[in-house]
Structure formats: C-alpha cells, structure tokens
Nanobody
Framework: QLVESGGGLVQAGGSLRLSCVASGRTFDRYAVGWFRQAPGKKREFVAGISGSGENTNYVDSVKGRFTISRDNAKNMVYLQMNSLKPEDMAVYYC???????????????????WGQGTQVAVSS
C-alpha cells in the first residue's frame, strides 16, 4: 500500500514536498516513481528512484527543479518540487514496482502498485 501526502496550493515559483509511505518489509527491493496526470492529459512519469536510492531518473521538464529521494528505514519516498510552474499542476501519484537494483524508472514504466494521488495546484 502506498499513501501520498504533501500536495496543496502554491504560487508559481514556490516549493512543495510530496511524501509517500509504503507498507511492507522489502521496500528496498522496489523502484519507486512519481507520476502525474493533469486534466485532459495522459498520466506521465515525473521521477524515479532505484531500490537502493543510488540511481534516479527525471523527465526533462522537471530536471533541475525536482528531486526524488528515499529513506528505506522509514519506507518513505519524497519528491521535492522547487520553482513550480502552472504546468506542473496535476494529481501526483506515487507508484512502486519490483525491479532490478539499478532500475530507476522510465517514461514507459508501468509499476504494479499505486497510491491514491495528491493534488498539486500552482497559481500564476
């Protein structure tokens, strides 16, 4: 089970940190990703992190602004979002999948487990 938190309303240029807590005892065997879906658009991969946390991957549009991290001792994954833009507004989902240790997600990855999502709104 994955549960996200930390969404909200922020002005353009502001920051938010999303959190995702996972249940289970083998959390470090799972790659975790953040995805988002804006109204009328397809869901897209935003960022991913390998089970160990050594590898990360980002969609081009958030590189340099977003940072994904994880704390396996707490079964937590975070998405620090800085310099937010109106186009970042979406429902953000945390998702996880059993993967090889170095895998950190791709734009074509469809994880097995998903959270319920948290809304991020950015005002211009």
């Amino acid at each position: 089970q994955l549960v996200e938190s930390g969404g909200g309303l922020v002005q353009a240029g502001g920051s938010l940190r999303l959190s995702c807590v996972a249940s289970g005892r083998t959390f470090d065997r799972y790659a975790v990703g953040w995805f988002r879906q804006a109204p009328g658009k397809k869901r897209e991969f935003v960022a991913g992190i390998s089970g160990s946390g050594e590898n990360t991957n980002y969609v081009d549009s958030v590189k340099g602004r977003f940072t994904i991290s994880r704390d396996n001792a707490k079964n937590m994954v975070y998405l620090q979002m800085n310099s937010l833009k109106p186009e970042d507004m979406a429902v953000y989902y945390c998702a996880a999948g059993w993967a090889s240790p170095m895998f950190s997600g791709t734009t074509y990855w469809i994880p097995s487990y998903w959270g319920q999502g948290t809304q991020v709104a950015v005002s211009s």
